[in-house]
């Protein structure tokens, strides 16, 4: 599978785009929707480029997706856990209950695993519960638009 449209616009909604490096809360040289790799301090793209960067980091997490999951996805489902993974990471997918509860096919409890992942530094951040929410919605094929 690879994400739609609608996959792309959650991510970058929630994401933002910055065309000037910044340091991330972790201290990490960003660009671009989030982009990590090959970024220094003092680098400036373009809208373009930061597209293809997008996609380009996509793939990786597509590829994490579909190496972790092993029941069926419809896209909407897929979609959302494409942006979870972008957000979090492959190491925290592959450690997360939310992928033994989706495994073990208990679909309608992935909405609620998803959203238990709202903390950065062990504090709740409203701009990480808004986009828990929104994957939720989006995995469970509603309207995500207006959180």
Not at 105 to 117: L, M, N, T
Not at 122 to 139: D, Y
Request: hydrophobic residues 40%; charged residues 25%.
């Amino acid at each position: 599978m690879k994400i739609s449209q609608e996959g792309l616009s959650l991510i970058k909604k929630f994401e933002g785009c910055k065309l000037e490096s910044y340091l991330c809360a972790a201290g990490v040289p960003t660009i671009g929707y989030g982009s990590t790799k090959g970024i220094e301090m003092e680098m400036t793209i373009s809208q373009e480029r930061a597209e293809e960067l997008l996609l380009e980091d996509i793939e990786v997490f597509e590829a994490e997706v579909s190496k972790a999951v092993e029941v069926p996805l419809h896209q909407h489902q897929y979609d959302a856990l494409i942006s979870w993974t972008f957000n979090l990471g492959g190491a925290n997918l592959n450690a997360s209950t939310m992928l033994k509860v989706l495994n073990s096919g208990a679909y309608e409890d992935v909405p609620h695993q998803i959203k238990r992942w709202n903390k950065a530094g062990g504090k709740v951040l409203e701009g990480l519960t808004r986009r828990r929410l929104a994957e939720a919605l989006l995995f469970e094929g509603n309207d995500w638009e207006h959180v």
